[in-house]
């Protein structure tokens, strides 16, 4: 790799905020391609984070520093990555249900799918079902992204589900769920698409809902 794009990666999987924006600068000062950096400096790096997290090898509070620091390089690269005209991936729609104000893993999930390549839409914590079917009207994402931290909330998703059926919008979107209370099965029984126990696998749910082939 080159050594430029290699301490890109390396400061991003370290967390290391200050050292990705100056490995991004100094890459864009170089004239390497704004989607190479995006793809071998920060996206690799992400996907490397998460292998380590799936492996134990890391923890949460890792992957978040890791995921802030990528965002940093990522808000250099978007000016230079818009005038060469290089298309971020699929649009995800993501948010906390109605009643609950928990979003430390929503907003982990969000920026590791940022760090994947795929274009975020952030509704927030306490998400009425109307809002997001409304926003997913709106945004026409790919895949929608529910999450929840209570046992009281959880039934929430089901009316979100329920919603964004009512608009007529399910049949486009995949929709996917996440948080602390929650089971593979529960999902299944609200007819969601799927369930991602944490960031690392959500991001690789949200790979193999939108891209079968990859």
Partial sequence: MDPLLQSVFDAVVDGNRLGVEAGVKAALDAQSDPGVILNTGL?????EVGRRFEAG???????LIAARAMQAGLALLKPRLAA?????GAKILVGTVKGDLHDIGKNLVGMMLEGAGYEIVDLGTDVSPQAFAGAV?????????????LTTTMQNMASTIEAIEDVGMRAQVKIIVGGAPLTDAFAKAIGADGYAADASRAVSLVRRL???DA
């Fill in 210 to 212: 939108t891209e079968p």
């Fill in 57 to 63: 090898d890391c923890y949460v509070p890792e992957m």
């Fill in 84 to 88: 060469s005209g290089v298309q971020a």
């Fill in 137 to 149: 009207r709106e945004h026409g994402p790919r895949v929608v992204g529910l999450s929840a931290l």
């Fill in 43 to 47: 996206i690799e790096a992400m996907r």
